[in-house]
């Protein structure tokens, strides 16, 4: 045999072990993710899942808080007051554990079509939960400004503590709503934000009525923040209704709209007409 056919021989067979061995790779490469899938996928799942229920946690955690403000607000306890505000950083904890446990999700997977939803529903959520945990806050921290002893008037406590009650209500139901994904539940916290929203402006009329006695007067103007702070809640969760009925639906929409007459439609054209999606 020639030097020359010898050398072709042992291209020959040189080119065919590169080729098996490429298709052999390609083979494995193949073969590992398909195997491995669905491992991962459920490892996903359990992630994801884990989130969600340290998210809807954090609405346990404003409803403790809301529990004591309102008891400090009843009682004019100072102290009581001052726990609210110090315990404020379990909420923030709670927050960035949550968030930075979305973040790393993200960078290492993909999540597409329903999970994406959820993911990004889970953002909102823990931002109105932070949210709603400084309005707390706020209320503590009107408690102390009018001292030990305030003027107080027992009807816009009762009125206070009313509005506290549907806020509580509000949170409890937004999380039933979302653990649920009961868009249905989540519409109906409308009802009970707009008994919150009437309570404000009742409270608002009481405290502009109150009479010209200064200690008086400024204690009702704090008393004026601390149903702000309450509205803010109910419409926290409002908020987070409304992240059921994306998660669900997959179409983002509001509830209530102030921009838009009573009776009118939020998605009508300028004619009256919906408009084409």
């Not at 009807?155 to 994904?181: C, I, N």
Request: aromatic content about 4%; overall charge negative.
């Amino acid at each position: 045999m020639s030097p020359a056919s010898s050398a072709s021989d042992d291209d020959r067979r040189g080119a065919a072990a590169e080729a098996a061995g490429a298709t052999a790779s390609s083979a494995a490469a193949n073969e590992g993710p398909t195997s491995d899938a669905p491992h991962g996928r459920a490892h996903f799942q359990q992630q994801l899942q884990a989130l969600e229920t340290n998210a809807l946690g954090g609405l346990d955690l404003i409803l403790e808080q809301l529990d004591r403000v309102l008891e400090a607000l009843c009682h004019q306890d100072v102290e009581l007051a001052q726990m609210v505000i110090a315990d404020d950083d379990r909420v923030d904890g709670r927050y960035l554990e949550v968030h930075q446990g979305i973040l790393s999700l993200l960078a290492l997977q993909a999540p597409v079509a329903g999970d994406l939803r959820l993911v990004a529903a889970l953002l909102h959520l823990i931002k109105h939960i932070e949210r709603m945990g400084d309005q707390c806050v706020n209320i503590a921290k009107m408690i102390p400004l009018s001292g030990y002893e305030p003027p107080v008037r027992p009807e816009m406590l009762d009125a206070l503590a009313k509005m506290g009650a549907y806020a509580r209500s509000e949170v409890a139901q937004s999380k039933a709503a979302f653990a649920g994904r009961d868009v249905e539940l989540a519409e109906d916290l409308v009802r009970q934000d707009r008994e919150i929203n009437r309570l404000n402006r009742e409270i608002f009329r009481t405290a502009i009525e109150i009479g010209d006695d200064v200690d008086t007067r400024e204690w009702a103007m704090h008393m004026i923040l601390v149903a702000r702070a309450l509205e803010r809640i109910g419409d926290n969760a409002v908020d987070i209704g409304e992240q059921v009925a994306f998660v669900v639906t997959g179409l983002f929409r509001e509830f209530s709209d102030s921009s838009h007459p009573a009776g009118a439609r939020p998605d009508a054209a300028p004619d009256g007409t919906p408009e084409d999606l």
